[in-house]
Every structure is written in C-alpha cells, then in structure tokens.
C-alpha cells in the first residue's frame, strides 16, 4: 500500500540550481497539493491541483512552478533555488471534499539550499 | 486572519497522565475538524476527523477528540499518555465543506516523559 510517494527524499541545491520533486499516489485521488513545512509556521500551501491538466496558487507560490500531467503524478518545480527555500516539503492527496475526507501525505523531501 | 489556532507550542506530561492538546478555529458554519500526528522525520499521519453527529469523536492509537461548538474548540485528549506518544500534532480545519483547501494550526510538540 503505497500511498504518496515522493523522491527524492533529500536534496542540497546550491543558490541558482534547479530541480524538480516528484510526487506520486495511487489512490486514484483527484486533488493533490503541495505544502512546506517551516518551524513555528506549521504547514503552508504551496500550489495544488483539483485535477489532471489543472493548477492553481496556494499561499505561497512565489518560486516555484508545479504540472500535473498525469492524474497520478504531481510535480513541483524550484526554477532558480534561494536559501529561503530551504524547508521540508509534504505532498498530499485527497478525495473530492463531499465525501469528508482528510488528506494523505507523503514523506516529506528535506531540501537544503546553500 | 488564521483559520486555526493552537495555543500551546509545547506540551509536557509524564507517562501514564492526560494528554490534552488544544485546538481552537475561527471559521463560520459547521467545518471539517482534522487532527494529524508527525514524527520525527516523517510525514503527517491522520488521527482523527469530526464531520457531524456525536460531538466526541474517536481515533487511531487511543486518541479522541471534542468538538465544542460554543467554544470553537476540537481538543485532543489521551486518557493516558505513553512515551511513544511525543511527536509534533497538527490541528486542521476545512473552511467551508466544499473546499478542499485544509488549513493547519503551527503545531504542538508532545513530550511524554519516562
């Protein structure tokens, strides 16, 4: 029962560097989101996504890109990478929200920009 | 302004005694309550959820949680507290049944002492 998987689950970016984190469900979920999680601010919301092709910008969408090419993957872009971009980052999928449900989470991505 | 907020960064009890982590939300209506548990180096883990009906709502790991209307609360409590139980626990709420957007609280680290 794999759930939300995201890779990699850590990474060290220097100032200016690119990547892309990857996340992936298999729960058949139709919304998925991103959020980074920094101390004493809990968990913001980076971009998210109510469905295949669709995406839109959470709180704090500043830096970065996202795609949702495909129902099950959900992509999260950092174009040039800063130091205030260093966080964990938690990708989540869910239900449509009538049926109640929360969220399920993946495992987190560690990322340290240097 | 917050939609949830949770009064207490730290919570500290010893081993055997109630575990009460509060929760209070700000939003109208009749919302999605959520409680999530993160351990260390993990993603977050869905405890519990109030949609409707009996105000005490019941959990994984012997967590429950009451919904107060009155008081626009949803504590969780533990009746008795274990060592395993220390990790981060995260309070959410969904601002209106058909968003799908959840917004969290900062977050309450437990420790539960030997």
Same mark, same amino acid.
């Given at each position: &029962?794999?759930?939300?998987?995201?890779?990699?689950?850590?990474?060290?970016?220097?100032?200016?560097?690119?990547?892309?984190?990857?996340c992936?469900?298999?729960?058949?979920?139709?919304?998925?989101?991103? +959020?980074?999680?920094?101390?004493?601010?809990?968990?913001?919301?980076?971009?998210?996504?109510?469905?295949?092709g669709?995406?839109?910008?959470?709180?704090?969408?500043?830096? +970065? &890109?996202?795609?949702?090419?495909?129902?099950? &993957?959900?992509?999260?872009?950092?174009? @040039?990478?800063?130091?205030?971009?260093?966080?964990v980052?938690?990708?989540? @999928?869910?239900?449509?929200?009538?049926? /109640?449900?929360?969220?399920?989470?993946?495992? /987190?991505?560690?990322?340290?920009?240097? | 302004?917050?939609?949830?907020?949770?009064?207490?960064?730290?919570?500290?009890?010893?081993?055997?005694?109630?575990?009460?982590?509060?929760?209070? =939300?700000?939003?109208?209506?009749?919302?999605?309550?959520?409680? =999530?548990?993160?351990?260390?180096? #993990?993603?977050?883990?869905?405890?519990?959820k109030?949609?409707?009906?009996?105000?005490?709502?019941?959990?994984?790991?012997?967590?429950?949680?009451?919904?107060?209307?009155?008081?626009?609360?949803f504590?969780?409590?533990?009746?008795?507290?274990?060592?395993?139980?220390?990790?981060?626990?995260?309070?959410?709420?969904?601002?209106? #049944?058909?968003? =799908?957007?959840?917004?969290?609280g900062?977050?309450?680290?437990?420790?539960? #002492?030997?």
């Amino acid at each position: &029962n794999a759930g939300v998987t995201q890779t990699p689950k850590f990474r060290v970016l220097k100032t200016g560097q690119s990547m892309t984190l990857l996340c992936a469900q298999d729960m058949n979920h139709e919304y998925m989101y991103w +959020y980074r999680q920094d101390p004493g601010m809990g968990l913001r919301l980076i971009h998210y996504s109510v469905g295949e092709g669709t995406t839109a910008k959470g709180e704090v969408p500043d830096g +970065y &890109n996202v795609s949702r090419l495909k129902k099950q &993957n959900f992509l999260l872009g950092l174009e @040039s990478a800063a130091p205030s971009q260093t966080s964990v980052y938690f990708c989540a @999928s869910s239900p449509p929200p009538d049926r /109640g449900h929360g969220y399920t989470f993946g495992s /987190g991505t560690r990322l340290t920009v240097v | 302004a917050q939609s949830v907020a949770q009064p207490e960064d730290q919570v500290n009890v010893a081993e055997g005694n109630p575990l009460t982590v509060k929760c209070t =939300y700000s939003v109208s209506g009749n919302p999605y309550l959520f409680w =999530y548990v993160q351990y260390p180096n #993990r993603g977050l883990q869905f405890l519990l959820k109030y949609i409707t009906g009996d105000n005490l709502v019941k959990g994984s790991y012997g967590f429950e949680a009451e919904f107060n209307k009155s008081q626009t609360s949803f504590h969780l409590k533990k009746p008795s507290a274990l060592v395993s139980d220390s990790a981060l626990y995260f309070c959410a709420v969904r601002v209106n #049944r058909n968003d =799908y957007k959840l917004s969290f609280g900062a977050g309450t680290t437990v420790t539960v #002492r030997a």
